[in-house]
């Protein structure tokens, strides 16, 4: 194997190893937590260690560039899942619908309406999480936290889309902790049980308050080429 997918394979099983230790340090399973690999710009021959690794859960940011890499690939490996945690325009929406597993960044009534749309057209849907802007930076795409409650909704009555949980980008230069939080209580008090939060840095911290999926990139890939 190439030094490449060795590097992978270690850092895989450090991440594990981590995320094992923080789920028990409060009382969680460590398959509680699942490992998002966030394969955005990542080269090919880093995605395809991650592969041979056995990572098998993917994060991406945009439709075309997952079509791209993935339509192939997808065709080789049964248990491959892939999420969208990068921002989504209306008009992809049917594209996403049809390639993603997972839709992590509902949040708003447009883009409701147009997976709605396409999720009949195309005969499925995949699982959606709302995206929550926890520290509301106008440059941040997500619903604001006091919208959050009826926008959920809005997404399952209106719309009909199964909603399952919440994902978040904590500012920064805050302490993420306070965000986590905040996602966490909103996700309770709307009976959502997936929680996307948590990245290289934080993701320990994203655990304790109760994080299902961690979403690490440079810790697993290495530094983006």
């Given at each position: 194997m190439s030094a490449s997918y060795s590097d992978v394979a270690a850092s895989r099983a450090e991440i594990l190893a981590r995320i094992a230790a923080a789920a028990k340090a409060v009382g969680r399973a460590a398959d509680a937590v699942g490992l998002v690999a966030v394969s955005k710009l990542q080269p090919d021959e880093r995605v395809d260690a991650a592969l041979a690794a056995g990572l098998r859960?993917?994060?991406?940011?945009?439709?075309?560039?997952?079509?791209?890499?993935?339509?192939?690939?997808r065709g080789q490996f049964d248990a491959l899942r892939l999420r969208l945690i990068g921002p989504l325009q209306s008009n992809k929406a049917e594209d996403a619908v049809r390639l993603?597993?997972?839709?992590?960044?509902?949040?708003?009534?447009?883009?409701?309406a147009a997976i709605a749309g396409a999720a009949q057209?195309?005969?499925?849907?995949?699982?959606?999480?709302?995206?929550?802007?926890?520290?509301?930076?106008?440059?941040?795409?997500?619903?604001?936290?006091?919208?959050?409650?009826?926008?959920?909704?809005?997404?399952?009555?209106?719309y009909g889309l199964p909603v399952v949980g919440l994902m978040?980008?904590?500012?920064?230069?805050?302490?993420?902790?306070?965000?986590?939080?905040?996602?966490?209580?909103?996700?309770?008090?709307?009976?959502?049980?997936?929680?996307?939060?948590?990245?290289?840095?934080?993701?320990?911290?994203a655990i304790?308050?109760?994080?299902?999926?961690?979403?690490?990139?440079?810790a697993l890939f290495g530094a983006r080429v």
């Open positions: 859960l993917f994060g991406e940011n945009r439709v075309q560039e997952a079509q791209a890499r993935w339509v192939d690939r993603f597993d997972a839709i992590d960044v509902l949040d708003r009534p447009k883009l409701a057209k195309v005969g499925r849907c995949p699982e959606l999480l709302v995206q929550v802007n926890t520290g509301e930076e106008p440059q941040k795409a997500g619903i604001a936290p006091p919208e959050a409650d009826a926008f959920i909704k809005e997404a399952r009555e209106t978040c980008i904590p500012p920064l230069e805050e302490e993420p902790a306070m965000h986590f939080a905040l996602l966490a209580k909103i996700a309770a008090r709307n009976g959502l049980a997936e929680l996307s939060m948590g990245m290289s840095d934080d993701f320990e911290t304790r308050f109760g994080a299902t999926q961690v979403r690490v990139g440079s």
